[in-house]
């Protein structure tokens, strides 16, 4: 399966990106705001095959990417995997971290909401994660910008780490992060706090809770036992709809924090028109995303033996 | 960032004067001249901070690929704050009489950053790179006259002549590493068997001979260079310098408040206003020779008459549209060429007047109430434009004071990658708002000369204006010998441009610098810039700074 969804992400991506107006030759050569030459424009376009008929270039493209060979940039001229490898370790780690804290944040209080719930506890995260999911992430980001990094100047206002840190460079690197992480994180947590608590509201009113109770285990093994261990099942498959939604999210958070990351540099890549940059970015990306529900398929094999069996 | 040594600033000033000096009295004092900031000791030299930016990161290092606005490399010649040629890496030159044949001769005491002298080799070398076709060189045509390429040849080690198929006023310039032109010289032996120069070493490791060396790049967030010592007009004034990049200007300017940084240029009118009432902070300005302008479609029905032209720039009180648009110390361009000698003091002027732009459509023809019209054509049409930060701005106020005299104008905003297509190669609009101009030699000719039918599809005049006269005056200007031959024909065709009203002129490019105090020795580039944060400053290695 993940293979013929690749082939049609890519041939998808290269239609659209190149049925969009633009011409990277033309972009790159017009530095500020002078114009390159036509003929000097129309030699280069020559020289990188970008005259050829579409068909052609796609499978020209196609060849070498089967090979593990995405080509080169237009604009810097250097191997699109190479410049991918660069930028992959900031979009891992920021998406990672949140991942973790949303996944983790989101499963407790959305437990506890369900447990304790019409309670204050109850309503406040019902308020939180409304307001949470009407917030648009851009927005979110820049008021934490403007409040926290200028402001009070307490964390920076973008970048993954300064130039010559004042204290050791953990620290600085670690107050890099907190800003994107807790966006990120925020926009994912309030998602597993929604899910985890109807689904364990769905636990709790199960037959084989009420048995348990009625053999009279202890309301603590009960909890943790019969209704959370089984109300984790149908949160599972969020797992690889978390991960699309975070790869398709870092398009929004690395630009806005400067991130020097694949989705901040696969954005600048469109505006540049930079085609094998632009194919290779969306490669990786859906790449993320089939392995995140392939990831979300094999833990419900492994929570739920029911499926296991089956198969 | 408060309190600064009040000796340093006065020295730092006294250097600033000295290069002021030397660019009238020629080239001997350059060479005498030391930057005073810098001490003795290395370490006591400051280092110096300044914004980036995603778009002004040079693709790669190699100026035979794409601009490097970095203070990397030389050209042979450099321009004075008058536009004047003034000796770079060539000490001097002669031109033959003709105005065919340039000689060069070459400064003996430049080496490059890794210690190799800088001989004519190096120069023939870079200039048979410029025009090689396998090398993807987007300057190849600024060495290409009249269909015919420029020969150079190596005479000794130190001289090299330049052969013209017909003269051309403004070769000279286009021997400089100037904005547009980037004819940086570059090591013959670090380059010479390379096949393929886009996926060179030296690409991402570059050797000039320029006041700075490179250190390291992060790809798009940071570049580090250091000091060069052996830059051949003087060791440099800071040992090391910084450019980060910044997503935006609020962070650039919050990052310039808190200290972090030293340079950052400023557009916005709000920002440049909370700079300049920063406590330790400075601007600076200047005027360039780029104007933002609307440009008409000379065959659309109803662009296509003059008078329709000539009211619309009439009906836009342009001035304080522009000052309230776009900045209020920005100023307002009349002509293609605004500022130096090549400016013509007498362009036809469209000053603002409602009553004149209705009383010159009546005349034409076109009446009515509310949208004029004139045998069933309504006076309507289209403006293209880009997002390019005061332009959406500058348009709404337009489309205000035009319908103020009948005329009805639409705004279509593009994408900035969809606006080059749309208008210079689809020529799909029905008038557009670009900036114009050049880098260093006032050539306008490819902007206004009539084009060729059926040449490329790309375009430098995709609005085909055509004056049989303006191609007589440019053609005669481009080959004329002497400025003031150039002067003249130049100026000719800007009074007949302006009286077709073949554009609409807005506001000139501002620079807007900002600076911490702590950056001294520096000089602006007067209307010579570069477009860019680089260009700021006329003579790089003099910059000191107290930053530690």
Redesign the interface.
């Known amino acids: 399966m993940v293979i013929p969804t690749l082939f049609f992400v890519s041939l998808i991506s290269f239609a659209i990106i190149r049925a969009?107006?633009?011409?990277p030759v033309?972009?790159?050569?017009?530095?500020?705001?002078?114009?390159?030459?036509?003929?000097?424009?129309?030699?280069?376009r020559e020289?990188?095959g970008l005259n050829d008929p579409l068909p052609v270039q796609y499978v020209r493209w196609l060849e070498q990417a089967v090979q593990g060979n995405l080509g080169?940039?237009i604009?810097?001229?250097?191997p699109v995997t190479e410049?991918i490898a660069?930028?992959l370790p900031a979009s891992l780690s920021l998406m990672g971290i949140s991942l973790v804290l949303s996944m983790t944040l989101g499963i407790l209080i959305g437990s506890i909401a369900a447990v304790k719930r019409y309670s204050l506890f109850d309503y406040a995260t019902t308020i939180f994660a409304f307001l949470g999911s009407s917030l648009p992430s851009f927005w979110l980001s820049m008021i934490l910008?403007w409040f926290f990094?200028?402001r009070l100047?307490w964390l920076p206002?973008?970048?993954m780490h300064?130039?010559r840190p004042s204290g050791p460079v953990w620290l600085d690197t670690a107050k890099h992060f907190v800003l994107p992480v807790i966006v990120t994180s925020y926009v994912g947590l309030i998602v597993w706090v929604r899910y985890q608590r109807s689904s364990m509201i769905e636990a709790l009113n199960q037959d084989y809770v009420r048995t348990a109770r009625a053999k009279g285990l202890n309301s603590k093994a009960v909890l943790y036992r019969h209704a959370w261990r089984n109300s984790l099942v149908p949160i599972v498959t969020l797992f690889g709809f978390s991960i699309a939604n975070l790869v398709a999210g870092s398009y929004v958070i690395e630009?806005?924090?400067?991130w020097?990351g694949m989705a901040n540099?696969g954005f600048?890549a469109i505006?540049?028109?930079d085609y094998p940059v632009i194919m290779g970015v969306t490669l990786v990306s859906s790449i993320f995303i089939i392995t995140g529900n392939l990831i979300a398929d094999i833990c419900y094999m492994f929570i739920n033996p029911q499926i296991r069996n089956s198969r | 960032m408060l309190s600064k040594p009040v000796s340093r600033r006065s020295v730092l000033q006294g250097g600033a004067a000295a290069v002021g000096a030397t660019a009238l009295g020629g080239v001997t004092s350059v060479q005498l001249l030391k930057p005073q900031g810098a001490a003795a000791q290395d370490d006591e030299r400051g280092i110096l901070i300044m914004r980036g930016g995603v778009s002004q990161f040079p693709p790669t290092f190699n100026p035979l690929l794409n601009d490097v606005r970095v203070w990397l490399y030389d050209g042979l010649v450099r321009f004075d704050t008058d536009v004047n040629p003034i000796p770079d890496l060539a000490e001097s030159w002669e031109i033959s009489e003709d105005g065919l044949v340039y000689t060069f001769h070459l400064r003996q005491d430049v080496v490059f950053h890794d210690g190799t002298p800088m001989t004519a080799a190096d120069v023939v070398f870079t200039a048979e790179k410029t025009l090689d076709e396998g090398v993807k060189s987007p300057y190849r045509s600024k060495f290409i006259i009249d269909g015919q390429p420029v020969v150079w040849e190596q005479v000794d080690d130190f001289t090299v002549t330049a052969t013209l198929p017909q003269p051309s006023g403004s070769f000279l310039s286009k021997t400089s590493r100037a904005d547009e032109v980037f004819f940086c010289i570059l090591p013959k032996h670090l380059l010479e068997g390379v096949e393929d120069m886009t996926q060179a070493e030296f690409n991402q490791n570059p050797v000039g001979t320029g006041p700075f060396k490179f250190v390291s790049y992060e790809t798009d967030q940071q570049l580090v260079m250091e000091a060069n010592d052996d830059y051949y007009q003087g060791r440099p004034g800071v040992k090391e310098v910084v450019r980060l990049n910044f997503p935006n200007e609020q962070s650039a300017l919050a990052a310039l408040q808190a200290g972090d940084i030293d340079v950052a240029s400023l557009r916005e009118a709000g920002n440049v206003k909370t700079a300049e009432e920063t406590e330790g902070l400075s601007v600076q300005r200047y005027d360039s020779n780029w104007v933002f302008a609307g440009r008409f479609k000379m065959d659309h029905p109803v662009l296509s008459d003059q008078a329709v032209r000539a009211a619309i720039s009439h009906a836009v009180d342009r001035e304080n549209l522009v000052k309230a648009a776009v900045s209020p110390t920005a100023s307002t361009g009349n002509s293609p060429i605004n500022i130096g000698w090549a400016a013509s003091p007498d362009v036809t002027v469209y000053e603002y007047d409602p009553e004149k732009a209705k009383a010159i459509l009546d005349e034409a023809g076109w009446t009515g109430d509310g949208i004029r019209e004139k045998d069933g054509q309504r006076l309507s049409f289209t403006v293209t434009l880009y997002p390019d930060y005061a332009a959406p701005d500058l348009a709404a106020g337009m489309q205000q004071l035009l319908q103020l005299v009948g005329i009805e104008m639409n705004i279509n905003q593009l994408e900035a990658a969809s606006f080059e297509t749309e208008v210079y190669q689809n020529q799909n609009f029905d008038m557009y708002l670009d900036w114009q101009g050049f880098g260093v030699d006032p050539d306008i000719a490819s902007r206004w000369i009539t084009n060729d039918a059926g040449t490329g599809t790309y375009l430098d005049n995709p609005s085909n204006y055509s004056n049989p006269d303006v191609d007589v005056a440019l053609t005669a200007a481009s080959t004329a010998l002497t400025q003031d031959e150039r002067q003249q024909y130049l100026w000719e065709a800007q009074n007949l441009i302006t009286a077709d009203a073949a554009a609409i002129w807005l506001q000139l490019w501002e620079a807007q610098i900002a600076l911490d105090d702590a950056i001294g020795g520096y000089e602006t580039p007067g209307t010579t810039a570069d477009m860019d944060n680089t260009g700021i400053f006329r003579e790089p290695w003099m910059i000191t700074s107290t930053r530690g």
């Open positions: 969009a107006p633009g011409d033309r972009m790159y050569t017009s530095s500020g705001m002078s114009k390159a030459d036509a003929e000097d424009v129309e030699r280069i020289n990188l080169y940039s604009v810097s001229h250097r410049l660069e930028k910008i990094a200028v100047g206002t973008g970048q300064s130039f630009y806005v924090f400067s020097p540099f600048d505006l540049k028109r």
